[in-house]
């Protein structure tokens, strides 16, 4: 699934055969219930095109993904991945100043964001605009080094550790998925350090390591790029071999892999912590990753388990037994693994140990006789839904495209990515139920007990 | 003309080796910023009304994208009608209303949406509530079935009050741990005081809500004068009306609640108002200040001006604080209003050793705009009307965005051209109006900062601002809080006192 090469061997060379590749490549909307109409293509230079034209409103949004992010970094450079993303928005060679200018001035909306397996770059823009895009979008791909400087590299951690700051360090329970998910994946694993990185590995950043990085994950071979909305198909085209063509294609880059993550006992952790309001409980386990063969049964489980007020954690933590304030199940699918994860907070009087002892009982009931068919049926029925709600921008289907592009290895799967869970049946989510065994990590947080909490409470 | 200068400057920096070799048209010249593509019109989305025969208006943005239907009985009545003592009351009875209703119970009312793959949900805030439906299209008249039950016979059953009186217990305990929770709660009290948004809910006043109080609230404010229906999706009015007319037709028209109105706390003097929280990484920042209603002139010369000075991410507050210093994640500052007067508010969160210059850069970036030291340019005000001009289309890529803007203009009594005359308001404003204003009612009017950090760190030189600093607890209690101490040489017993 991670190949860099020949996900697309029969794509066509771009721009000449325009109205060819259009009657190939397109998918049509009637063949199949659920769809995004798109033409795919590649560059000479490697670099992955895809267009889906949708004229409803005069807008069109550009996504771009690099296939790198934070599973990629080298021992010491925790969070680089991110501290570079942030540095490409602090020009180019052709537009020397801040990326945000420009484009705030055109009323775009713009962001970048990394995670442990990406980094992606978008902007919504009026379809008049596409080619400040696009002329943006390639100038950082293929003329970013000259502008990046020391001075840059410095403030953009500082930003960088201010956001460490405020998404982990201040909420109460910050730092418990980073800790959680070190414990889940061993050392080693690309996944045991966070995306944000530690302070002292930011610190150490270096030129050298922009250089280096841009060089071996940037190179347009390396990355797609989506353009969804109200623009013409071969005038987009032309646009996208103008700005993009040039770019010299890059080395082909090694690809991160890891080993399936089998924890052969429970690991428990302890934690009392200043600063956190309830007694809470994290229960980890690794699972498949993201589309791997029971992937979808896993998403099942957790409907069945948290998927509303009748569902069976839910009835018996929150409304039968009352132990818990809230109880929440869900499966954070990645591309080299997953985790499966059970998240409850104990109700007043009650503790963590408690929770997972009932949890434990309501998992044992899945695994022993399944869900009913009703439940299952419900459950289906509700993600499906789900799919047509996550589709209404084209900021949504721009990511999706370039999601399933990535990890499937074709832009076309919306409708195999639902047929996925049509397919599901109850057996499956009994095997689903039973492989969420002792073999996993359980994280307690309990506030510790000062004079001034104390006070506050009584 | 920028982009010429450009051109002139980079063509000889652009380096040899990334020249196209394919063959591209001569005109091609990627050294300057491209000129746009023909505009094409944008249409704001249609909105059609209808009305029942209770009165209740049926607001509907058609879109057949999807085959879903997302509706919201919007209600102008919220938490602001709490009886003394009962804050949260209301919102206590919206959120109870989907928690069981005609002969089904909680779980059975779940049960029956989740077959549909509809979700249902209801609550509120101190200017009003709201019951919400999304439904697949085939599923609209089960689904609103279920949805008029929660409206016309809602349980309001004790054992799920009892569960949920609990819940809300602890989320207090929960607000009072995080930081910027605790900012934004205060920064209403010192606002309003203890009225409104003021007004901070606490363990007796939750404990003191019964279903009883609830069922009393509901038959008097849960009428359909106080509400207006909208709708979006894939249904058209000729569908939609008889199906709302079967069933929430007979609902009683009852009378409109009032809100009254409120004003904001007198400041007569910059003030800070301190929260401890030690050991905090960070410091966050909530500050405001009065200025001019939406209806009132000089509101949009003052979003404008606030567009340049803290709107955006290339305005200059930002530009300071993160960009330039590296203090914080972001920055910035926005006008605000409700039932209450318009206000002018900025927050931010700053690294806990960079709080007293980030406070100073701060001032200094007001001051300088009031002083024609560095007074707003041409150039910025109108990148800021440019994005707010040419962001408007991208606003309405949900129908939702075009719905919540419409109840705002019904909600608050907002002119009719609210919408439409939008472009046309952001473009009557001249520069020297913008820059005047922002200058008039905001850079030169005193105003509140709520901080909330770890006092120890940032104490001293905070006190050395010559502020008057009040300390708070997290319930927004006055305390005394002497100013740290710190290394010996740098203390000043003259600035020390409060």
């Not at chain 2, 009072?176 to 363990?203: C, H, P, Q, W």
């Not at chain 2, 405001?288 to 949009?300: C, L």
């Not at chain 2, 927004?476 to 809080?481: A, S």
Request: aromatic share 8%; charged share 20%; net charge negative.
């Amino acid at each position: 699934m991670w190949q860099k090469t020949n996900w697309h061997g029969a794509f066509m060379k771009a721009f000449s055969i325009v109205a060819l590749a259009a009657s190939l490549f397109s998918v049509s909307a009637q063949a199949q219930d659920l769809s995004i109409e798109h033409t795919q293509y590649q560059l000479d230079n490697g670099l992955t095109v895809i267009l889906a034209e949708d004229h409803d409103l005069p807008l069109v949004q550009v996504n771009v993904w690099y296939h790198v992010g934070s599973k990629d970094e080298p021992q010491g450079r925790s969070g680089f991945a991110h501290l570079f993303e942030h540095l490409m928005f602090q020009g180019s060679e052709n537009q020397p100043g801040e990326y945000f200018e420009p484009l705030q001035e055109v009323g775009a909306r713009v962001n970048g964001t990394t995670n442990s397996d990406r980094t992606n770059y978008f902007e919504g823009l009026g379809r008049e605009q596409l080619p400040l895009a696009l002329w943006l979008e390639s100038d950082r791909m293929g003329w970013l080094l000259g502008v990046i400087d020391q001075g840059k590299i410095d403030n953009q951690r500082e930003v960088v550790r201010n956001e460490r700051r405020q998404r982990y360090e201040i909420p109460p329970y910050g730092e418990v998925w980073p800790d959680l998910m070190a414990e889940v994946f061993p050392e080693g694993h690309p996944y045991h350090h966070p995306t944000i990185g530690s302070h002292e590995d930011l610190e150490a950043a270096s030129l050298e390591d922009v250089h280096e990085w841009f060089g071996t994950w940037y190179g347009p071979n390396n990355a797609s790029l989506v353009v969804v909305g109200d623009f013409d198909e071969a005038e987009a085209r032309e646009l996208i071999e103008n700005y993009f063509g040039p770019i010299p294609r890059g080395p082909e880059p090694e690809v991160t892999t890891a080993d399936p993550v089998v924890h052969e006992s429970e690991t428990v952790v302890r934690r009392v912590e200043e600063g956190v309001p309830y007694d809470k409980v994290w229960i980890a386990w690794p699972t498949p990753a993201l589309f791997a063969d029971g992937d979808a049964e896993l998403d099942i489980v957790s409907d069945v388990l948290t998927g509303g007020r009748s569902s069976r954690l839910t009835s018996a933590l929150v409304y039968d037994q009352q132990i818990a304030k809230s109880v929440e199940v869900y499966q954070y699918s990645r591309y080299l693994a997953g985790v499966y994860m059970v998240e409850a907070t104990a109700a007043e009087g009650h503790t963590t140990d408690e929770l997972v002892a009932a949890i434990d009982e309501v998992l044992a009931g899945l695994a022993e006789s399944g869900p009913t068919e009703d439940e299952l049926a419900i459950a289906v029925a509700n993600v499906e839904a789900g799919f047509y709600g996550g589709m209404n921008t084209l900021a949504a289907k721009a990511d999706r495209l370039n999601t399933y592009l990535f990890t499937a290895g074709t832009p076309d799967y919306l409708q195999e990515d639902l047929n996925r869970y049509l397919a599901v049946t109850q057996e499956g989510v009994q095997a689903a139920a039973a492989s969420l065994n002792e073999g996993r990590v359980v994280f307690h947080v309990t506030p510790e007990v000062t004079e001034t909490n104390t006070e506050e409470t009584e | 003309m920028r982009s010429i200068s450009l051109v002139l400057l980079l063509a000889a920096c652009a380096p040899k080796s990334v020249e196209p070799e394919v063959s591209v048209e001569p005109a091609f010249d990627r050294t300057s910023q491209p000129a746009p593509l023909e505009r094409s019109e944008f249409a704001l989305p249609v909105a059609v009304t209808g009305q029942l025969s209770n009165g209740l208006n049926v607001t509907l943005v058609e879109d057949h994208s999807m085959p879903m239907v997302e509706l919201s009985l919007a209600f102008q009545v919220g938490g602001w009608s709490d009886p003394e003592g009962q804050y949260t009351l209301a919102n206590s009875a919206f959120d109870m209303l989907t928690e069981g209703a005609g002969e089904l119970d909680a779980a059975a009312l779940s049960t029956e949406l989740r077959r549909l793959a509809s979700r249902l949900s209801s609550g509120g805030g101190d200017d009003g509530g709201s019951i919400s439906l999304t439904t697949l299209s085939r599923n609209l008249g089960p689904s609103l079935d279920l949805m008029a039950l929660t409206l016309l016979d809602p349980t309001f059953s004790e054992s799920e009050w009892e569960i949920k009186q609990r819940s809300a217990l602890q989320n207090l305990a929960a607000v009072r741990s995080d930081a910027t929770k605790v900012a934004r709660r205060i920064a209403a009290n010192v606002m309003f005081g203890d009225v409104y948004s003021g007004r901070l809910s606490t363990e007796e006043q939750i404990s003191s809500i019964s279903v009883e109080d609830m069922r009393s609230w509901w038959a008097v404010n849960g009428v359909a004068a106080n509400a207006n229906l909208y709708v979006s999706g894939d249904v058209t009015l000729d569908e939609l009306l008889p199906m709302l007319e079967e069933r929430f037709g007979g609902w009683e028209a009852g009378e409109e609640s009032v809100a009254p109105e409120y004003t904001l706390s007198d400041l007569s003097e910059t003030q800070i108002h301190f929260v401890d929280m030690p050991g905090a990484a960070q410091s966050v920042f909530r500050l405001w200040s009065s200025m001019p209603n939406p209806s009132a002139d000089g509101y949009e010369s003052v979003r404008l001006g606030n567009q340049a000075f803290g709107g955006m991410f290339t305005a200059r507050l930002n530009m300071n604080l993160r960009e330039d210093k590296g203090y914080t994640y972001g920055a910035n500052s926005w006008v605000n209003w409700d039932h209450g007067p318009a206000r002018w508010e900025l927050g931010t969160s700053i690294r806990t050793d960079a709080t007293v210059a980030a406070m100073n850069e701060i001032l200094a970036e007001l001051a300088a705009v009031v002083a024609d030291e560095r007074p707003l340019t041409d150039n910025e005000i109108e990148r800021g009307r440019s994005n707010i001009i040419q962001g408007f289309p991208g606003r309405f890529e949900r129908a939702s965005y075009m719905l919540g803007q419409l109840s705002s203009m019904w909600r608050y009594d907002l002119p009719e051209d609210w919408v439409d005359g939008y472009i046309a308001r952001a473009e009557s404003v001249t520069s020297d109006q913008a820059r005047d204003a922002f200058s008039t009612h905001i850079a030169s009017q005193p105003f509140s900062a709520i901080i909330v950090g770890d006092w120890a760190t940032v104490g001293e030189g905070l006190s050395e601002l010559g502020l008057s600093i009040h300390h708070l607890d997290v319930d927004g209690n006055t305390v005394e809080r002497a100013v740290p101490e710190s290394a010996p040489e740098e203390v000043d017993e003259a600035l020390s006192e409060e």
